[in-house]
């Protein structure tokens, strides 16, 4: 029997200092569903997932990560991360929060707070959303991008190396692949919780202001590279300015794009990626003329992609070397 | 921790009776790569694929099953199976074999020879398929349909529910979906091996002949569905008649298409899928009229399509009244 | 100087015996706009349409074909038109009318109501509709399906050759392919007004009923063969049947799916297409077993689809021996 | 009867300093056909294409035009053009060359060779290569790009507006689009010969080096956008480095990638594209700002785009202000 302990990432909750807005553009424009509001905060999901929510959005002073949900692998999995964590990072236990059970609070040694539990509410969709399809929540509505599932979530980091290897001890992920510009220095890492095929569901990136619980985007999935195409599309006609893309990653040929919602935070939509069916396969180490960033190798990324939230002054030059990056178009 | 046995499926082993020509069309045709012979068989992989083979084509006198090799999850994961298998399944163990290590052989109780392992010799390209980019075992070739990934095999069973048991109590497989016609009548059904995202690595459908061992088809992967479009294009251009497709399946969203190589055994071609994220999710049943072989809801199989192999007389009125089939285009 | 007499179909005018509902399924479901409303008739036209309107929904008492709308290709080209129609088939002139100019109005030897004109008007977009982007009339709004263009229109005659002939001594089409199950016998031709690149814009099938100015189907197309599929989700999510397809004709590359709207009309929903890039190009003469209306060579059309408008007790015989049917799906 | 003078551009010449290796990457990577060798000349054409052939390669000192070719809409049409021509622009007659007949040579105002001819010889598919499908010249073969028409090219100009003003009343070409970066200076404009459907088939950039003759690249077509992408991986994999793409062109809605044949020359991939269906529509002018070069509004082309042939010492300061460049990736 082998470690697995987590088995998805459930969800994130995000601080948006426009929330009805913030819900506003993820309804109507990436074409998520609200599940529920509770207090200060919506609730909602894409039309593929069955979980009572993947996103949920408070009201705060300015764009940031509010925290992020795993769900274990199984029932127990969630006192043996408890028995792994450092006690100075955990924060308690909750015995239930919307849409889910008993839960480990914790942060990070990067500071991001984190929720663990197995007991999970399945969504109920109303009547004019009702399916006959078995696999499905929802009925598919078509609307907006039509986002289907949370992928992942991308943090700062300003101690790569240490990150992760306290997800790997704590949380059982595996350390799929990194940009390493030179022998022993990642500038960009992707990790996995759950078994395999997938390339990552959470990813991390260098804090150059060495801020704490900082976080860089969070990713919702489309099924096909064309329908990432078409969600820009939706996205230039309804005004919103895509940052980076449509292209695709060569560190796990994900096609992506990147756009900021009304609250001022990054959200990438994706689709594709190579298929990891390995347990112990290796780390991919790229280097930056492999194309990790531009799979097709004769792009760069704007400077602007490495803003994180909540916004700091970053000392760019601190990217610098890292081979990735380019001004952006309009500077 | 939770259990997980299986990684994934390593290979299959088919026999034909014209093995010169198998390996020619799985090699230009498909697109497959040799990577070595040995007495009376050929091994070959996709070009995506890290391990060594995930088909071995050997000389035999029917298009038939060999058989199925699945690699663990981890390295204790083959003793653990081996406790948990009846004894008089146990066929032996073997210290080695072309392409892995030390290995349990057995049957599952429908008879088919299956192989269990967890070491594993990886593919070393030879320098003209040699690539930098670090996720590839080699350099993409864009020959024939280009198939990247062994995805799963579909055999024969005359006890449905028992063999659907035994790979979840001996293997740790989780039973995903199932066509339903009546209560407790599962007609097709799909089980995955490994953790999550998968809809399925083997599937089972009955075998009116009560035959055992039998094989309907085995499946390769391409990236998106319009690769399965392309891959009927060069097929439609090689003269080889497709059997059923390109069309999309409503039990996993899986776009299919189905072939006949030159010794005859069927073979899949597919892409797609939808994600499935919970170890937890009850198996999902679909009637018939709720389009699991026909997403649209407008297709029916041809007859032709439960034909196993090894061929046997098969009285096809077995299957009147699971309400998937129609007579063959042709017929 | 080449003969080419008309530049486009222009628009199709047909009978709903509920009209609302088909308005609104055009909109909302196919994701045409409203122009205008005029009388008894709602005019609407694919958000990449310059035109004032494609598609007018006239109330009547049975779904019906109102009338085929071709602009010409210059201004003097109505008048060289009016002077090749046999007198008999001329119906008159008419001013103007919702969204063009001056128009001859002529049945064609099948009976199907015909006017021809050159000036039309263009459509204006509201202010909340209107884009920065050159070439498009307006902002694309990504609702339903949201077809672009009209691309062609599927009528019934009981002389094939004599129609086809009339096409191209009155309006200069050329004759692209047909289905040809014995010499001299068309079961399906194409033809195309235009100069190059577009296989047809009008279609012509039997009419086993001997019935005057019946029609087969209108067709909408979209950008990329993945939309057909995209809009084969929304039909599907939306409860209306899909007839036929997605799928693709091998006489002209396109593929395909067919829908009934509320009025009980066919609907094509299409993209791609071979290339016709030379005006003397004779005609393509496809055997049924060439894979005429199923690329892939492996399907047959549901009988149903040689249901026209209006609705008549066809003798379904007379389409025997076609070599192109199967029984429906669920017949 | 309308003006239309022209059906299709039917060839390129091209001169290239390392024959044999361009004609190999053309026939492997490209995938087009070679139909013949005369003299210092291979004849090659795509796949999908009836003409003879559509791109000569002829052994020439540096990268470079030889001729373009176009074919007339009907038989007299050489003899209008010829009289349309200015006496000192003409270069003479020839009854034939190889893949057509009688042509009218002459030199455009910016110096580019042309040749007009009406009488052409099809193309016959050797044995091998016969396919029983009757709207193709030869079998398809998947191999490499597999590109299937020739599509357009793009020449240099030192006098944008007369050279536009001879195309359009010499050879009956419509001015389709610009991009404008104020009132009456063109960057870039396109023109379509032939009668609707096709967004150009020549494009003029300017000549900053006031040569004459001087070509920017040519352009070959394959079905869906996707298939772009599947020729960048075939081009990545066999590694010819991509210059610019695959993208999207905003002027058109072009999919695009750019890349250089052995010979040093630019080859542009493409497909999709708007319909432009009224012989009437005025050129769309663009400002840069509304992302005629890129769809999404993010990038910038790489000065190298600007780089011609014969290569000449372009200032490049010349294109400062069009809005439209970056530094390429590398410099």
Redesign the interface.
């Known amino acids: ?5 987590l ?2 990432l459930a969800h994130v909750e995000i601080m948006s200092p426009r929330p009805e807005e913030s819900v506003r553009w993820f309804t109507d424009v990436l074409g998520l569903e609200e599940t529920t509001r509770d207090g200060q905060s919506a609730y909602l999901r894409g039309w ?1 997932e ?2 009572h929510h993947s996103l949920v959005i408070t009201e705060g002073p300015e764009p940031a990560l509010g925290h992020i949900g795993w ?1 274990t ?2 029932p ?2 969630v006192d ?1 991360i408890a028995s792994r964590v450092a006690p100075e990072l955990v924060e308690g236990w909750i015995d239930s929060s919307v849409g889910h059970g008993r839960a480990l609070r914790l942060r990070t040694p990067s500071g991001h707070p984190t929720e663990v539990f197995w007991e999970t509410e399945l969504y109920e969709a109303p009547p004019e959303l009702q ?6 929540p929802q ?4 609307r ?1 991008a039509a986002v ?2 949370i992928d992942h979530v991308t943090v700062n980091t300003s101690s790569m190396a240490e990150e992760i290897a306290w997800y790997r001890a704590s949380l059982g992920d595996r350390h799929t ?1 990194s940009i390493t510009p030179e022998p022993g220095v990642s500038f960009f890492s992707t990790l996995t919780s ?5 390339t990552h569901d959470i990813a991390l990136v260098p804090d150059a202001s060495h801020g704490r619980g900082r976080l860089n985007h969070i990713a919702y ?1 489309v ?5 990432v ?2 969600a ?3 996205l ?2 309804s005004g919103a ?6 292209g ?1 990653h ?4 994900i096609t992506y ?1 990147y756009v900021r919602e009304p609250g001022g935070l990054r959200v990438e939509l994706n689709a ?1 990626g ?2 990891n ?3 112990d ?1 290796e780390p ?3 280097h930056p003329d ?2 990790p960033m ?7 990324m ?1 400077d602007s992609m490495m803003d994180s939230f909540p916004p700091l002054d970053v000392a760019r030059e601190t990217f610098e070397g890292t081979g990735q990056f ?2 952006a ?1 309009g500077s």
Chains 1, 2, 3, 4 share one sequence.
């Open positions: 029997m082998s470690e697995i302990l088995s998805q593929g069955f979980l769900r692998y199984g127990g999995d043996i399916t006959d399809m078995p696999l499905r009925r598919y509505t078509g907006g289907r599932y692949a759950n078994a395999i095929r997938s999935r099924d096909q590279k064309l329908d195409e078409r820009a599309d939706v230039l006609s300015p895509i940052e980076f893309g449509p695709i060569g560190i796990d040929e794009l594709g190579w298929q069916s390995m347990p396969l991919k180490h790229h492999q194309g531009s799979y097709f190798r004769n792009l760069k704007p380019a001004d178009p």
